[in-house]
């Protein structure tokens, strides 16, 4: 994150050639929107004087005083690299506010530095590094996209197998261009699904960076003839897209959930933290697991987590406890899939972490065990709970948890809750190929 002054963006503007500004901000579903101003704008921009008609844009709550400012982040000032090289495009991404000029509350962005504030209050700054895996896919004849790939490259395998692999070459390239510092980059398990991780930094930072690595890949995909695509379950019969959220605390500069002592390297803070993820998190998969297809990820058979359990060792747990040499103990945070509005997720993480701080929750014992292969009712005999099964569940497990609305505030999770249910009830109504092939012969 720079520290840009105005000054400083007005004479790079200038030196670089930028004709065009995007202003960029996301909605309550995680879909990244945008006006694009003349670089003659720029000034206006930057004394917050940029208005949108929010009434038509879905996501937003709908009044008769619709008008929005958007306020740019001088910090996120940055040159697209895939734009032209002369007449270039920079972009911002900005905070909403309202003609009063208070800020608009059911902003993710503003969720999350909310919540964000409130750790800072406490002494504690979230370091996230999300895991977004994607798959790429051929177009048709009208550059439509499809879920077909002639590859069949599987985890970590390289050209020529990887046919992917240029595409995601020219995708670290711009982002580092961007400078993102980029970690690693590889195949995932599926034919055609790829991962590329970037390195730790504080939550809201992160999430910027999520809606701006979402647009890049998708932007060089298509350079590639290819189509990027974050829906968490493309295919049937293949693994799913994740974004796993790899997480700790820094407090006085050190990361709090390390601990020498203990056998796993967690202290009793990381400990702690994870026992509020786990007392929330059927509240919180409505919004990392957001879309009817997401579920179809977390089915049982393809490593996503489908219980409620942590482990040092198990791939398929929701959520692992990891430590690695010279960076202490993390958890990684399985459940949440690429569909997820990455400022939500995080705003959601941090808070149920700290409610568990705050209350001094413990832990369940560590799952060392395969339950892979028990029933839902074997489960339930030896304690073992389940995430919600589908987008109507998770909707009412959302209801439930008082921290999701204090998290949220009481217009989003309204608002929130009436789409997705308009969504699931959309679905509902559908009778899919699956359908007519089991019962229009036989039944």
């Known amino acids: 994150m720079q520290n840009y002054t105005r000054e400083a963006i007005l004479r790079m503007a200038e030196e670089e050639d930028v004709e065009f500004i995007r202003l960029q901000f996301t909605d309550m579903f995680g879909t ?27 996501g937003f709550i709908r009044n008769e005083e ?38 608009y509350k059911e902003s993710p962005r503003f969720i999350l530095n909310r919540v964000a504030a409130k750790a800072a ?34 985890y970590m395998d390289l050209s020529p ?16 261009e961007m400078g993102y510092e980029i970690e690693s980059s590889h195949h995932e398990i599926a034919p055609g699904q790829h991962e590329i991780d970037f390195q730790f930094s504080d939550a ?15 932007t060089i995909a298509k350079r590639h003839g290819l189509h990027a695509t974050f829906m968490p379950k493309p295919k049937a019969g293949v693994n799913g897209s994740g974004m796993h959220v790899n997480m700790y605390l820094m407090k006085d500069g050190k990361n709090i959930f390390s601990d020498p002592s203990d056998d796993l390297g967690l202290s009793r803070e ?3 933290f994870l026992a509020g993820i786990f007392a929330h998190i059927k509240g919180m998969t409505a919004l990392c697991n957001p879309l009817v297809n997401s579920y179809k990820r977390l089915a049982p058979g393809f490593e996503a987590p489908s219980d409620i ?6 791939r398929t747990a929701l959520v692992r406890v990891q430590t690695q040499r010279n960076e202490g103990a993390r958890l990684e945070l399985r459940s949440p899939d690429s569909s997820a509005n990455p400022y939500l997720v995080f705003a959601l993480c941090l808070a149920a972490g700290l409610d568990g701080i705050e209350k001094n929750l413990q832990a369940p014992k560590e799952l060392k065990e395969n339950i892979r292969k028990l029933s839902r009712e074997e489960k339930e005999n030896a304690g073992i709970d389940t995430l919600p099964e589908n987008l109507s569940e998770a909707l009412e497990e959302f209801q439930k948890d008082p921290l999701m609305r204090a998290v949220l505030g009481d217009t989003f999770t309204k608002c929130y809750v009436k789409a997705k249910r308009k969504e699931w009830e959309s679905y509902m109504e559908q009778v899919s190929e699956w359908e007519i092939e089991q019962y229009l012969y036989r039944v």
Request: charged letters at 25%; one cysteine or more; hydrophobic letters at 35%.
């Open 270 to 272: 990381g400990y702690s």
């Open 32 to 58: 990244l929107k945008n006006i694009a101003i003349p670089s003659s704008k720029l000034e206006k921009a930057m004394d917050n004087r940029c208005v949108i008609d929010a009434s038509s844009i879905g």
């Open 66 to 103: 619709a008008d929005m400012y958007l306020h740019p982040d001088l910090s996120t000032f940055t040159i697209l690299p895939w734009r032209p090289q002369q007449g270039k495009v920079a972009r911002f991404i900005c905070d909403i506010y309202q003609e009063d000029g208070t800020p």
């Open 121 to 154: 209050e406490m002494g504690y700054s979230l370091m996230v590094n999300p895991e977004c895996e994607f798959f790429l896919f051929h177009t048709d004849d009208n550059g439509m996209p499809t879920t077909t790939t002639h590859e069949k490259a599987g």
């Open 204 to 218: 809201p930072e992160t999430a910027d960076k999520v809606m701006t690595f979402k647009v890049a890949v998708r």
């Open 309 to 314: 359990t942590w482990s040092s060792r198990q």
């Open 161 to 176: 197998v990887d046919l992917g692999e240029n595409a995601r070459r020219d995708m670290v390239l711009t982002l580092e």
